[in-house]
């Protein structure tokens, strides 16, 4: 199911249960934060059978998708294999739920202003890509990342406050690809 260019859209989706990818791209906060309150066949529990997510430049969101906030939907995304968040400016953190997110295998954050990675990112252990870019307020990633057993790629790009590396990235044993670019302010590379 796609979504796209419906800044307006307030309704809440009626979702079916075989679902398995849902693109939303220029949607509103309010499509977003209805997603939370879905009742009956469109509950967010027909988000359980997910496979791949993305969610591109939603607009009027002023939170983060934290336990705070009336969109907490991630925490029944349990079978989500593929999470992308682009262009999304507003969000300023990612919740502590998303460490339940235990078949999620590639993780994509693009362009949103978050300070730092949630602790619970360490809980990931099927994650095997985890690409970072444009995240300009992100100044360190948790030391909690050496704990992604089966991480094979890590992409980090143009992460312009990004200042250091976790030590416990020696403990990647499956990295095979890591690249960083366009980090002026990382100083130094973790020692093994």
């Given at each position: 199911m796609t979504v796209t260019g419906c800044p307006k859209l307030k309704v809440e989706p009626c979702l079916p249960l075989s679902l398995q990818q849902l693109d939303?791209?220029?949607?509103?906060a309010q499509l977003l934060e209805s997603l939370g309150r879905c009742e009956g066949y469109s509950s967010l529990?027909?988000?359980?059978?997910?496979?791949?997510?993305?969610?591109?430049?939603?607009?009027?969101?002023?939170?983060?998708?934290?336990?705070?906030?009336?969109?907490?939907?991630?925490?029944?995304?349990?079978?989500?294999?593929?999470?992308?968040?682009?262009?999304?400016h507003a969000l300023t953190e990612l919740?502590?739920?998303?460490?339940?997110?235990?078949s999620l295998q590639k993780l994509t954050i693009d362009s949103c202003d978050m300070s730092s990675l949630p602790k619970s990112v360490g809980h990931l252990t099927s994650l095997q890509s985890l690409r970072m870019s444009n995240c300009s307020a992100i100044h360190e990633l948790p030391k909690?990342?050496?704990e992604l057993c089966s991480l094979q790629q890590l992409?980090?790009?143009?992460?312009?406050?990004?200042?250091?590396?976790?030590?416990?990235?020696g403990h990647l044993t499956s990295l095979?690809?890591?690249?960083?670019?366009?980090?002026?302010?990382l100083h130094q590379l973790p020692e093994c």
């Amino acid at each position: 199911m796609t979504v796209t260019g419906c800044p307006k859209l307030k309704v809440e989706p009626c979702l079916p249960l075989s679902l398995q990818q849902l693109d939303m791209t220029s949607v509103s906060a309010q499509l977003l934060e209805s997603l939370g309150r879905c009742e009956g066949y469109s509950s967010l529990f027909s988000f359980s059978h997910l496979k791949k997510f993305n969610l591109e430049n939603v607009t009027g969101f002023r939170y983060g998708l934290g336990s705070g906030c009336r969109c907490n939907f991630l925490q029944h995304m349990t079978t989500l294999e593929a999470l992308k968040i682009d262009n999304f400016h507003a969000l300023t953190e990612l919740p502590e739920s998303l460490g339940s997110l235990h078949s999620l295998q590639k993780l994509t954050i693009d362009s949103c202003d978050m300070s730092s990675l949630p602790k619970s990112v360490g809980h990931l252990t099927s994650l095997q890509s985890l690409r970072m870019s444009n995240c300009s307020a992100i100044h360190e990633l948790p030391k909690c990342l050496g704990e992604l057993c089966s991480l094979q790629q890590l992409t980090i790009w143009s992460c312009n406050s990004l200042s250091s590396l976790p030590q416990s990235m020696g403990h990647l044993t499956s990295l095979q690809k890591l690249w960083i670019e366009g980090c002026p302010a990382l100083h130094q590379l973790p020692e093994c």
